[in-house]
Structure formats: structure tokens, C-alpha cells
């Protein structure tokens, strides 16, 4: 069975390529390289002993898609590709709705055009909102975002939902992704971002390398614990089994579910900071800093629907997250 992995050589999308090989899948990657680097491909072949097929294109390059597909017969999509930076979206609205949503829409004529009929959306948590009371729970009302960014995450949701009524034997996995953090346990791949990180993990790697000087923890007041902001990490490499389980059960289903992939455990920033220093034994240079505006207190994922629906729980601890991304450092140091 041939997968198409847009965004394959990002963060999420390479490691979902490796247990797509792994499992015995054909791999076609499609990448414009805009947020990613094309050793990344050669690194997916060391790890599995296969070369996945590689196109470095945008996917909203209808021409460029359309001969991927005429040229490979693909039996499912798994869609990564896209912008991804919270901040960033907020200042440069318009480039992520057109970036976001006509590489989505594209996808989707072409996929029509050639008769296939499965997709994985990589979703996300953000578009539960600001009001939903956590433990999050697909149910609830899942239709507002408080970044552009989010926004369209919100809205591929709402095509691939109209889609999905319109072609009633079209299937649409919508994973919502918790927090992933960690890497692959050979050092290969892991969260390697451009620029100055915005995400905690690649920022605490950073720190703890040196190449930046300290760590700000964003709000020490907060209602919870220990005052700074939980959140639902998970193993990246747990996260590339779940769109495997939403591929298999993709296959034999039709119509849209939305599915949390998170712990359902909630851990602050504090805490992690901490769990890194412990197991990596490197001290962390941080300060506890202002609130950053949009950041939620606390949430965490009900994971009951991904268990009872694609047999998927997330395994890794936050230690082996914790391990496994400073792993990914060392290792890109040496290189
Ligand atoms: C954000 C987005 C989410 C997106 C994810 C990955 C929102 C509400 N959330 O999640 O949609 O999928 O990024 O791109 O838009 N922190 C610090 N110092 C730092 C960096 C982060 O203290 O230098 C804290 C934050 O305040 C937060 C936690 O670490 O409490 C995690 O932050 P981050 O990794 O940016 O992820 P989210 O904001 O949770």
C-alpha cells in the first residue's frame, strides 16, 4: 500500500515516515523544504534501510501534485505539510490561510481527481479554544482558535467535514494533537526548527546546548500547581504510531472522526524543566518570566477515543521524551 506524507521531512511527518516504512508501507514524501531539511531524507533511509520517493514541491502546486499521482497510485494521504509557528501567524495572517488552506484544498481536488479516498489530517488541540473546560473531549464544541494558525486548523476540519458529507465514501481521520515533544531513539530525527525556537522542548535543547542563554518560563502565577502551564506532552514517536492506527483504521471505514492523541496526563513547564535536568544531568539555566499572550493555564487530552476507536495509548514516558530529545542534540553536534 503506497501512503502520501505531505510535509514528510518535518518534524512530525519523518517520524511518521519511519513506522510507515517500518510497518511495511510504501512511502511517497512531498516537502517544499520551506521548514525542513533534505538530509532529513537520507536520515529516514539510515534509520529503516529503505528510500522513501521524494518530490520537493508545494502542495498547492496543483501540476506538481497531479504528477504525483500520475505517476505513483496512492492509497492514502497523511497531510503534515504546512505553517506551524504560533507567533509568526499572528503577524502574517494572510500567508498562513493561503499557504494552509490551498495546499489543503489542492490536495483535495487532486486526490478527487485520482479516486483516493483516505485521509489523515494532522489537527491539532488548539481548536478547542479558549472555553472548553479540560480533560478535552472530541464532543465538545471544536470551532474556535485563538491564533491564525489555529484558525486554519479549525477550518480544515470544517472542509474535510463538508467533504466528507458531500462524498459520503470518503474517510477523514482528524487527529488532534497534544504537545509533541522527544525524538527518535537513534539521534537522527527529532524537532530542529529554523530561527530561534518557539516551542518549549527545542528551546530547553538550546538552552541546555548552549546555543542560547536561558530559558524564560512563561508566567510563574498561574492556578495550577506550581503556578506555570500544563500540558499533555507526548512521545513524538507514540504520536507516528497514531496516524498509523488512523491509517489501518482508516481503510475500512468511511465518513470524519476527530481523535485526541495525547497522555491524558498534564505536566507543567516546571516539571519538565526538572524531569530534563534529572535525566540528562545538565543544569538549566531559567527564569520565570511574564505570561506570553494567548497561553492557556492548563489542558490535556481525554485519550479514551483513541484507545476505544484506533487501539492506540501512548506509551513513552516524559523521561524517555526527555532523554530521547537531548539524544537528537548530542547527536547533531557531532555531525
Ligand atoms: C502551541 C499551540 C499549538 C501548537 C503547538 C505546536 C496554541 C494555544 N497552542 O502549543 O496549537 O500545535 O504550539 O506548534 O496556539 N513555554 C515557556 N517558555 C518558552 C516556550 C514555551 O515557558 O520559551 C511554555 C508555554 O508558556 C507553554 C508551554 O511552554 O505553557 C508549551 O509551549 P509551546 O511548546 O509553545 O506549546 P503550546 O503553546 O502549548
Not at 137 to 154: C, D, F, H, L, N
Not at 291 to 305: I, S, V
Request: proline letters at 4%; a negative charge; one cysteine or more.
Amino acid at each position: 500500500m503506497r501512503i502520501l506524507v505531505t510535509g514528510g521531512a518535518g518534524y512530525i511527518g519523518s517520524h511518521t515516515a519511519v513506522e510507515l516504512i517500518q510497518a511495511g508501507y510504501d512511502v511517497v514524501i512531498v516537502d517544499d523544504l520551506s521548514n525542513a531539511r533534505r538530509e532529513v531524507i537520507d536520515r529516514i533511509q539510515e534509520i529503516t534501510g529503505t528510500r522513501p520517493l521524494f518530490y520537493q514541491i508545494n502542495c498547492a502546486d496543483k501540476k506538481a501534485l497531479q504528477a504525483v499521482f500520475a505517476g505513483n497510485r496512492i492509497d492514502a494521504v497523511i497531510h503534515f505539510a504546512g505553517f506551524k509557528a504560533v507567533g509568526e501567524s499572528v503577524k502574517k495572517p494572510l500567508q498562513y490561510y493561503r499557504n494552509n488552506l490551498d495546499s489543503t484544498l489542492t490536495l483535495l481536488e487532486v486526490m478527487e481527481e485520482y479516486g483516493c479516498r483516505k485521509f489523515i489530517f494532522s489537527s491539532s488541540a488548539t481548536v478547542y479554544g479558549p472555553e472548553n473546560p479540560h480533560s478535552y473531549r472530541e464532543e465538545m464544541p471544536a470551532i474556535q482558535s485563538s491564533s491564525p494558525y489555529g484558525w486554519t486548523k479549525v477550518m480544515i476540519e470544517r472542509i474535510l467535514t463538508d467533504y466528507t458529507t458531500a462524498h459520503p465514501d470518503f474517510c477523514a481521520v482528524l487527529l488532534r494533537y497534544f504537545n509533541p515533544i522527544g525524538a527518535h531513539e537513534s539521534g537522527l530525527l527529532g524537532d530542529d526548527p529554523n530561527g530561534i525556537p518557539n516551542n518549549l522542548m527545542p528551546y530547553i535543547a538550546r538552552v541546555a546546548a548552549r546555543q542560547l542563554e536561558k530559558l524564560t518560563i512563561f508566567g510563574g502565577d498561574y492556578p495550577t500547581p506550581d503556578g506555570t502551564c500544563q500540558r499533555d506532552y507526548l512521545h513524538v514517536v507514540d504520536l507516528a504510531v497514531g496516524h498509523l492506527k488512523a491509517l489501518e483504521y482508516a481503510m475500512d471505514h468511511k465518513g470524519v472522526e476527530a481523535v485526541n492523541l495525547g497522555t491524558g496526563n498534564g505536566v507543567s513547564v516546571l516539571e519538565l524543566v526538572q524531569v530534563f535536568e534529572k535525566v540528562n544531568h545538565i543544569k538549566l539555566n531559567y527564569v520565570i518570566g511574564p505570561r506570553r499572550d494567548g497561553d492557556l493555564p492548563a489542558f490535556w487530552a481525554d485519550a479514551t477515543k483513541a484507545k476505544a476507536l484506533l487501539g492506540w495509548e501512548a506509551k513513552h514516558s516524559i523521561e524517555d521524551m526527555c532523554e530521547s530529545a537531548w539524544r537528537f542534540v548530542l547527536h547533531s553536534n557531532v555531525q
